[in-house]
């Protein structure tokens, strides 16, 4: 099984920054894409960033030029710059992994439990 764990959320003001980071273990061959979804309340889940192995980026619109998706491919982590935070920013965030656990097996998305980031004064 392949497990991913975040941190780094919390309560922010707006205009404030927060790192989230994401660590994958378990039984893993090899990590491809990896990247934060959230959630707002009464909102559909959307993606936020994505990063594949090789380091190519992708960014939702409303976060290009504040936030910045990184990862340690060594470590299986995944991170998360968040600055110049608004309130609508606010919501969980949830990581993923696109991840092969053995090599004759198919790859499959897995899931964080989620981290909650507020953004207020």
């Known amino acids: 099984q392949v497990q991913l764990v975040e941190s780094g959320g919390g309560l922010v003001q707006p205009g404030g920054s927060l790192r989230l980071s994401c660590v994958a273990s378990?039984?893993?061959?090899?990590?491809?894409?990896m990247g934060w979804y959230r959630q707002a309340p009464g909102k559909e889940r959307e993606l936020v960033a994505t990063i594949a192995s090789g380091g190519n980026r992708k960014y939702e619109d409303s976060v290009k030029g504040r936030f910045t998706i990184s990862r340690d491919n060594a470590k299986n982590t995944v991170y998360l710059q968040m600055n110049s935070l608004k309130p609508e920013d606010t919501a969980v965030y949830y990581c993923?992994?696109?991840?092969?656990?053995?090599?004759?097996?198919?790859?499959?998305?897995?899931w964080g439990q989620g981290t909650q980031v507020t953004v207020s004064s």
């Open positions: 378990g039984s893993i061959f090899r990590v491809n894409d």
């Open positions: 993923y992994a696109d991840a092969q656990r053995l090599p004759w097996e198919m790859r499959d998305n897995y």
